[in-house]
Structure formats: structure tokens, C-alpha cells
């Protein structure tokens, strides 16, 4: 039906607080029962056919939960992403005031982060710089892409990165030149798509069609295409999306993934799911197809880039 796979993500497992909207929100926010749930749904994940999880050191103990799991499931057909550049600052607390990640793009860290991440191999396929930008300097550092084509060199890892903000397309045309010893250095690229934010589908098919791995973060827009009282100018959209569900008898989610895996067809598109429910429902995306027609519709929603990240910037951490 199409190439594309659904993975999870584990920015929403590995601690108490994220910026997601919170549909559904946990009693207990112990760091055990967030443990024993990461394990649970990680298992189900698998079961249910998932064989590519994305984490971060910043996400919590989403990187840990995944290698204790991993140890006591060593399955060889596991992919396995994770990101360095980010550390985590909220420490488990609630309710933290100050920034939960703090970015520091120095070959430092880098090479503190990746003594950690490596525990992940051989699952581990994927090696990423957390949201890559021009301001940290990182698409120009010459030290720490030598050490990155060093790591691709002894791992076999696919390099890559992923990119927030309007400025993605042009990091992705950047990052896509970056040559190291005569041959491109990434060669996975994870960014932001979804039905109201499609700035980067030109530079992201050219990708695909040049033989990249295009991994999509956020395709539900971090739940704004659900129906929420802070969310109503989007009122148009989620009746859209409401009566597509209906038809194609699955749920709002789905057929965001839907639209996604139809119109871009990537290689991989990430599931955020917090519960088992939640990633059942996510995953009914792989059982129908969009028509033509409803495509073209929804594509219709996407609204300006600026407005877009600017919105982003202000969710708050739940
Ligand atoms: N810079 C980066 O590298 C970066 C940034 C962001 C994300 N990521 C990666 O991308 C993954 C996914 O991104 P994301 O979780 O931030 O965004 P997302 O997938 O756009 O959003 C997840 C949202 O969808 C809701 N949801 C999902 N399934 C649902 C269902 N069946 N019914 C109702 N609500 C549902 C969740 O609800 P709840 O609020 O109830 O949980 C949450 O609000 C992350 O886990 C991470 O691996 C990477």
C-alpha cells in the first residue's frame, strides 16, 4: 500500500512533562511506573510490527528505557535512531520553570553523548544532530563532522539530523552539500511535516528521490489538528478531518499519518503516542489510502510557516 513504515518516538515516554498537548494525562508520574509503561509499550510496539524507535539523550530516560528494553530484547531486526545535542535539564521535576533541554552543539559533547548512545549498537542505524541550525554553528563545524564521518566509518550509522523551525529548508539544502572525503555526510534527514506545515515538500521529494532517508517528526502537529479550546481557528480543519474519519472508519490521527505517508511517501514517519491506545489507533494509518480528492483537500489547511513555528514555540510543557 506504500513504503512508508511507522516508527515511535520516544519523546512523550521517557519523562513526565512534554510539550504535546495532553489529551490524556497519568496519575502516577513516577519515574518506576513511567519505566514499566516505556517497557510496556515499547513490547507492544514490536508486537504490533514497529521495528524503528527514535530517541534523544534530552528525552527524559527515553534513551535509557530503550537500551534496558533492548537488553532484554535483542531482537536483530530492530532500527533504532537517536540524537545528540541536547541535554536534559528538568531532572524529573514537575512543573520545572526554567528550559527542560539546553543545546550545546560542541564536539564535547558529542563525543560525551555518543560514549552513551553507542550502548545502543548494533540496533542502533541512525545517528543524528538534534535539531541542527545555522546559529549553533554545528553545519560548519569542521571537527565535529570529521568526528561524525569517523563514527559513520567504524558503525556503518547512517549520519543525519533533524531540523525545526522556518529555516528548515534551507538547513536541509545546506546539510545535503556537506562533504567529507568526497562523499555527503547525512544521509537521513528528520523534520517536521504535517497537514498545516508543508514548507519543505519540494527540498524533501528532491531528497527522496536523490536516494535519502526521510524520517518525519510531528505529523500531527504536535496535536493541533485535534479539536482544542486554544485551537479553534482550526475549527475547519478537524471538521475536515472528523468527517474523513468517519468514512474511512478510523480515527483523526490516522489519517493525519495518512496524509503524510500518501502525499510524501517517506521512508519513515514517526508515531508520537503516549499510550498503547493511542499508538493502536496511530497505527491504523497503514490499512487504508487516501483518495486523490481528500489529499488535495487537506492540503489546502496548510498555513503560513511563520505562523506555524511561532505557534510552536509557544506550547507549553504539560
Ligand atoms: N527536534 C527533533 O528532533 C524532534 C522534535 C519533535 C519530535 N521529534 C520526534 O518525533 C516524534 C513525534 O513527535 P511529537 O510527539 O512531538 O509530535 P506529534 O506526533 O505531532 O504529536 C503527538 C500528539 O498527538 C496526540 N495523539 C497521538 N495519537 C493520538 C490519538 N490516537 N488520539 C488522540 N491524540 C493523539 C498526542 O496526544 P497526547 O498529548 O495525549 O500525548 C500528542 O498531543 C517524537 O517522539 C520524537 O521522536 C523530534
Do not use: C
Request: aromatic share 12%.
Amino acid at each position: 500500500m506504500s513504503n512508508t513504515k511507522i516508527g515511535l518516538g520516544l519523546a512523550a515516554i521517557g519523562r513526565p512533562e512534554y510539550i504535546n498537548l495532553r489529551h490524556e494525562t497519568d496519575i502516577d508520574k513516577s519515574e518506576a511506573f513511567y519505566r514499566e509503561k516505556a517497557f510496556n509499550i515499547l513490547s507492544f510496539a514490536y508486537d504490533q510490527g514497529i521495528r524503528h524507535f527514535d530517541t534523544a539523550p534530552s528525552y527524559g530516560k527515553g534513551e535509557e528505557f530503550l537500551q534496558q528494553w533492548y537488553l532484554k530484547n535483542p531482537y536483530q531486526d530492530l532500527s533504532l535512531s537517536t540524537k545528540w545535542g541536547y541535554t536534559y535539564m528538568a531532572n524529573w521535576e514537575l512543573g520545572y520553570a526554567k528550559p527542560h533541554e539546553i543545546k550545546e552543539h560542541s564536539l564535547h559533547k558529542l563525543k560525551e553523548q555518543w560514549s552513551v548512545s553507542r550502548n545502543l549498537l548494533p540496533a542502533l542505524k541512525t545517528y543524528q544532530i538534534h535539531s541542527a541550525t545555522f546559529e549553533s554553528g554545528v553545519l560548519e563545524n569542521a571537527e565535529v563532522h570529521q568526528e561524525l564521518h569517523r563514527i559513520k566509518k567504524t558503525t556503518g550509522l547512517k549520519i543525519g539530523l533533524s531540523a525545526s523551525g522556518v529555516q528548515q529548508n534551507e538547513i536541509l539544502e545546506y546539510a545535503s552539500k556537506i562533504m567529507i572525503h568526497g562523499e555527503p555526510l547525512f544521509e537521513s534527514f528528520q523534520v517536521t511535516y504535517n497537514v498545516l506545515e508543508m514548507s519543505t515538500h519540494d527540498i524533501l521529494k528532491k531528497l527522496i528521490n536523490a536516494g535519502k532517508s526521510i524520517i518525519i517528526k510531528e505529523a500531527l502537529a504536535n496535536g493541533r489538528i485535534f479539536k482544542h479550546k486554544d485551537y479553534g481557528h482550526y475549527a475547519n480543519l478537524v471538521r475536515f478531518l472528523e468527517s474523513l474519519a468517519v468514512r474511512y472508519g478510523v480515527s483523526i490521527d490516522a489519517i493525519g499519518l495518512r496524509f503524510v505517508m500518501d502525499i510524501l511517501e517517506p521512508a519513515l514517519v514517526l508515531s508520537g503516542a503516549s499510550t498503547q491506545r493511542q499508538l493502536a489507533e496511530n497505527l491504523r494509518a497503514q490499512y487504508f489510502k487516501l483518495d486523490l480528492q481528500d489529499q488535495l483537500h487537506l492540503k489546502q489547511f496548510a498555513v503560513d510557516s511563520e505562523f506555524y513555528w511561532n505557534e510552536r514555540k509557544n506550547l507549553k510543557w504539560h
